[in-house]
């Protein structure tokens, strides 16, 4: 039996002839496109308006990501590779500028996370 033949907690996706899943990944569909494939696809059938919210949600996020590209390209450009090159000081004086404003998490994975090594 494959994974598509079983869904858990609904039948929201079994309906289509070609469920999400199949179009995001047959079309290398990224993240946040995906998601509002997702969301868009079911919200009749599952998490009605909050899915649509989500749906807006993941636009206006795409967009802001995709405008702070555009702006980050005028810039001028430091790659994470040659910040590595440079050493663990110059990377974590980097990071510490990109995550500033962030509230650190040092319960888990985000920003402030450093896996216990001091910059």
């Keep these: 039996m494959s994974a598509l033949d079983k869904q858990v907690a609904g039948k929201h ?4 002839k070609i469920q999400p899943i199949q179009y995001i990944t047959a079309n ?15 919200w009749r059938d599952k998490g ?12 206006e996020l795409l967009k802001e990501l995709e405008s702070g590209k555009s702006e ?3 810039r001028s450009k430091t790659s994470l590779k040659d910040l590595i090159k440079r050493g663990p000081r110059e990377l ?4 510490r ?3 500033k404003g ?3 998490n040092y319960t888990g994975y985000g920003p402030g996370y450093t896996g ?3 910059f």
């Design 48 to 59: 009605g308006v909050d899915d649509l919210d989500k749906v807006i949600h993941y636009v």
């Design 97 to 99: 500028k990109k995550n």
């Design 13 to 16: 996706y079994k309906k289509f």
């Design 72 to 74: 980050r390209s005028h």
């Design 102 to 104: 962030t509230k650190a």
């Design 116 to 118: 216990g090594v001091n």
């Design 92 to 95: 974590g004086s980097y990071l």
């Design 28 to 42: 290398n569909i990224p993240y946040i496109e995906g998601n509002i494939i997702k969301y868009i696809s079911r």
